[in-house]
């Protein structure tokens, strides 16, 4: 069962030693189906927009006390997303700035391998999902960082795949 209820409010906010929040977000991605059912090679990833205005990002949200990074970054995908999956191994930590609020923040990142799109998710009335190939998120996603940790997984899933070539030969 999931909670259609966004968490909000910041008590229970994570900051680091030098007072910067910190975020975690993941990059839900899965494999475009072919017309016969089976899963092909092209590899989509899901966008949101922002809340206050159109910008295209990668689900991401404070990192609470009662939870873990992966278990935020799966609370996140549900909230902004309406996706639910299979949390993998951290893509990195980034130190940003924020542009909104001044601030510096240390935002950390996960691929989510989607298992399942839900029809209703606690921010569908804010928020618009969009499915696209690698090439189109980099073009629209508007933070760098977010951007590398794209760049990363893409290179990640290309090592995958090629070890999975060598060993059925």
């Known amino acids: 069962m999931v909670c259609l209820v966004s968490r909000t409010g910041r ?23 072919n017309i016969d059912g089976t899963l092909s090679n092209d590899l989509e990833v899901l966008l949101i927009s922002s809340q ?3 910008k295209m990002m990668f689900p991401k949200g404070g990192w609470e006390l009662d939870e873990s990074r992966e278990e935020a970054a ?3 995908s549900i909230e902004e997303a309406g996706v639910v999956g299979k ?7 980034w130190d940003f700035l924020s542009k909104r609020h001044g601030t510096f923040y240390e935002g950390y990142m996960f691929p ?5 799109e839900l029809a209703f998710w606690p921010e569908q009335s804010l928020r618009k999902r969009t499915w696209m190939n690698v090439k189109e ?5 508007q933070h760098w960082w ?6 990363i997984l893409v290179e990640r899933l290309g ?4 070890q999975n070539i060598r060993s059925c030969l």
């Open 11 to 33: 008590h229970l906010q994570r900051y680091d030693s030098l007072g910067r929040r910190q975020v975690v977000g993941c990059i839900p991605y899965r494999y475009k189906g």
């Open 137 to 141: 998120a980099r073009d629209v996603c």
């Open 87 to 93: 949390v993998e191994r951290e893509l990195g930590k």
């Open 146 to 151: 977010m951007k590398e940790a794209l760049d």
């Open 74 to 76: 799966l609370r996140e």
């Open 112 to 116: 989510l391998l989607v298992k399942e």
């Open 159 to 162: 090592s995958l795949q090629q």
């Open 52 to 54: 206050k205005c159109q």
